[in-house]
C-alpha cells in the first residue's frame, strides 16, 4: 500500500492535469470500486468540473465544484492514468496498464472529459474505490473520524507527536508509528527511516522513549518525509509518479532494505527482523533496545 510521500506525489502529479476539467461521462464494471448511486452520479459526477486535488492520509480527494467530491483508496494495485492526445500521464502500481492502451482488464472505472482526455481508474486485485459524496460528508466518514494528524501540517509539532504517541504507552514505538488513528500516512519505510534517524530501537515501548527522544523522532520523521515527496516517493519499489517516472528515494534510504549492508552513520551491519508484524531494519549498534 502506498505511503503518505507516494499518494502526495499522486495528487501533486493530477492536480496539474486535471484541475478545470468538466466531467462528461462515467463508466464502470463493478459496485465494489465503484459503490454509487446511478442518479448521484448523473446528477452530480456528470457535468461537474475539477477544482482541486488533495489528500487527506492516505487517500485522495478530488475536490468537484458543485460541493461533491471524489474519494479515492488505491490500496495495494490501483493506479489513476490520464490520457488525452498529446499526453499520458500514470500513478500507481507499476503494472504494464501503466503504459499500455487502456482500458484493459484492469480497469474499473473511466471518467471522460468534455475535451476528449480520460482518467483511468485500474486495480488488478479490486481492493481499491472510488466513492462520490458530498464535501461536507467526508470528515463523518469512519476512517477520516479515526485518522490522526497529518505530519506535514503546520499542526504537527513535536508536542502533538509527544501527547499521540504516549496514548500507546505500552506497544513499540514502531507499532504506535504505523497506527494510522495516531499520525497519519505512515507507513514500513518511514518509520524504519526515521527510528533509525533518531537512533530508537523499533521494538522500545513508547513509555520508554524520553520526550527528548520523542522530539528528535518528530524532527527525523519530518525530514525523511519531505525528502521522499521531493524524491517522488518510494517509487522504485511499488509506485511512479504521475509523469510515470519512478521515484527516488529508495536510493537514498539509510535503513530501509538495506540489510547485510554497512550503516551509513557507524559502519555497522544492518539486519533484518520482524517488528510489529512487518519486517523492520535495524542498525544494531545506532539502535540498541532500550537505548532510548
Not at 459503490?35 to 446528477?43: F, I, L, M, Q, R
Not at 465544484?65 to 500513478?91: D, E, P, R
Not at 527482523?273 to 542498525?283: E, K, L, M, P, S
Request: proline share 5%; hydrophobic share 40%.
Amino acid at each position: 500500500m502506498p505511503e503518505l510521500p507516494e499518494v502526495e506525489t499522486v495528487r501533486a502529479g493530477l492536480s496539474k492535469l486535471i484541475v478545470g476539467k468538466t466531467i462528461a461521462r462515467v463508466e464502470h464494471d463493478t459496485p465494489k470500486s465503484f459503490p454509487n448511486a446511478s442518479a448521484d452520479v448523473k446528477a452530480f459526477l456528470v457535468g461537474a468540473t475539477i477544482a482541486d486535488v488533495g489528500r487527506r492520509a492516505k487517500v485522495l480527494i478530488i475536490d468537484l465544484g458543485n460541493a461533491y467530491s471524489l474519494i479515492i483508496h488505491l490500496k495495494m494495485t490501483g493506479q489513476l492514468v490520464f490520457q488525452s492526445k498529446t499526453v499520458h500521464f500514470g500513478a500507481g502500481h507499476p503494472s504494464d496498464s501503466l503504459v499500455n492502451p487502456l482500458p484493459d482488464t484492469s480497469t474499473r472505472v473511466i471518467v471522460d472529459f468534455t475535451d476528449g482526455s480520460k482518467l483511468f481508474f485500474n486495480d488488478q486485485r479490486k481492493f481499491g474505490w472510488v466513492r462520490l459524496l458530498p464535501t461536507v460528508e467526508i470528515p463523518n466518514l469512519d476512517f477520516f473520524k479515526k485518522v490522526g494528524p497529518e505530519p506535514l501540517s503546520n499542526e504537527f509539532t513535536w508536542h502533538v507527536m509527544k501527547q499521540r504517541l504516549r496514548r500507546r504507552k505500552n506497544t513499540s514505538i514502531k507499532a504506535a508509528l504505523l497506527d494510522q488513528s495516531v499520525i497519519a500516512g505512515i507507513g514500513n519505510i518511514y518509520a524504519d527511516e526515521s527510528l533509525w534517524g533518531a537512533k530508537i530501537h523499533p521494538s522500545t515501548l513508547v513509555r520508554d522513549v524520553s520526550d527528548a527522544k520523542i522530539k528528535e523522532l518528530y524532527k527525523s520523521l519530518v525530514a525523511v518525509l519531505r525528502l521522499s515527496i521531493a524524491k517522488g516517493g518510494s517509487s522504485s519499489h511499488t509506485y511512479v509518479d504521475a509523469e510515470g517516472k519512478k521515484g527516488s528515494y529508495m536510493s537514498f534510504a539509510n535503513v530501509f532494505r538495506r540489510e547485510g549492508q554497512a550503516c551509513p552513520r557507524c559502519g555497522t551491519i544492518i539486519i533484518k527482523t520482524r517488528i510489529a508484524g512487518r519486517g523492520t531494519h535495524v542498525c544494531p549498534h545506532c539502535q540498541k533496545l532500550r537505548q532510548a
